[in-house]
Nanobody, 117 residues
């Protein structure tokens, strides 16, 4: 079973930057696609960015050009560098890992990001 732990959330002013981290257990990490999702109370969880095992990234239109996703396979960690933050970016950010072959999803507990005006 894969375990994911997010960290790095906090309070930041609009226009500022923040980096959140997702630490994963298991050797399956380097073979898996990992994504960052976010969710506010009463809303659907939405995909923010993802990165494949061969370092191919994808971004939602809402964050493209402002956020950068990266991975360090030696540390089993995925990062999301967030810049030019807006109040609309306020949400709980969740890490997701999809295992190869069976495509099973694993989720972390989330980390709160709050952007003030």
């Amino acid at each position: 079973q894969v375990q994911l732990v997010e960290s790095g959330g906090g309070l930041v002013q609009a226009g500022g930057s923040l980096r959140v981290s997702c630490a994963a257990s298991g050797r399956i990490f380097r073979f898996s696609t990992v994504g960052w999702y976010r969710q506010t109370l009463g809303n659907q969880r939405e995909l923010v960015a993802s990165i494949t095992s061969d370092n191919s990234p994808n971004y939602s239109d809402a964050v493209k050009g402002r956020f950068t996703i990266s991975r360090d396979n030696a540390e089993n960690t995925v990062y999301l560098q967030m810049s030019s933050l807006k109040p609309e970016d306020t949400a709980v950010y969740y890490c997701n890992l999809r295992t190869p072959i069976d495509g099973r999803d694993y989720w972390g507990q989330g980390t709160q990001v709050t952007v003030s005006s």
